[in-house]
Structure formats: C-alpha cells, structure tokens
C-alpha cells in the first residue's frame, strides 16, 4: 500500500491548513516589525568620530506618537559612492545611549551629481521601547570602506 493512497481526514487536514497560514502570518509581521524597531548601537572600535570632508542634510525629519521618519542624505566631500551602507543614528543627549534604525538608500533628487546619487537616506521607526527625550541625529556612514560618525547638526524632541 503507497502512503499516498491513504484517506486523509478532512477536519484535520483544514485544522492544519488553517494553523500554518496563522503561523506563517504570525512570522511574517514579527519579522516585518523588527525591520521597524530601533536596535541599541555602540561605536565600533573603527568608528571614527568626524565631520571633516561630511556633507550631511535631513530634507524631512517627521515624529508623532508612534513612530519617526528621517529622509536625507550624506556622501564625502570628492568621493563618488559605489558602495551604500549608511544609517541614522539617534543620541539620547540625557543618557548618551545611541539607537541605530534601519536605513535604506534612494536616489535623492535633490542631488544633481551623478557621483554621489546614491547619498539618499530615508528611515522609518516605530518609537515602541525608545526612551523619551531629546535626540541628536548622526548618520553612520560605512559607503566604500569609509567607519565614520558624524553629526546632522539636528536634534528633535521625542518627549511628547
């Protein structure tokens, strides 16, 4: 007898078909959640703390109850960028603890450069678990071999 000849059981066959969709449903927003969530950051031991040769320049900083928005960009001053992995970071100015979110890259039309196209930054966090406070943005530029912190000049008040 091939196993395959077997009579299933209807109820149990729709039980199971209906817990693996849950399942799968349940593990797909767990994982799109935490693409949303800000994660702890500590300066890498290579992490060079600087501005000279950074342009860096927020066009929307955006925040309500529940979550932040930051869209801009960074590139060094005579490079152009091959390589994109850059991110925001927030500095909590009371406690110096430092939050990176994820950061994808787009092209930003306000650059006219081809070089440096790929300078666009934009980011999107639910403020779940992120202390209340004022917040010091950084971009943590990692393009083209490039460890360096460096400061927007910006802050933004997330204690409402």
Known sequence: MNWLDVEMNEKLFKRWIIISIVIIIIFCALSMSSLLVFK???????????????????????H???KIEIAGW????????????????LKNNET????????????NI???????????MHAQ??????????????????????DILASTLISVDLSK
């Open 110 to 120: 306000n650059i006219v450069d081809e070089d440096i196209k790929k300078a666009g």
């Open 64 to 66: 309500d109850s529940k």
């Open 96 to 107: 110096g603890k430092m939050y990176k979110m994820r950061t994808k890259m787009e092209d």
């Open 125 to 146: 966090c639910l403020l779940i678990g992120l202390p209340k406070g004022e917040y010091d943005i950084y971009v943590h530029y990692k393009n083209d071999g490039h």
């Open 40 to 62: 702890t950051y500590k300066i890498g031991p290579e992490t060079t703390v600087k501005d000279d040769g950074m342009n860096t320049h927020i066009d929307i900083l955006e």
């Open 74 to 89: 960074a590139y060094m001053e005579g490079e152009s960028i091959g390589y994109v992995n850059s991110s925001y970071v």
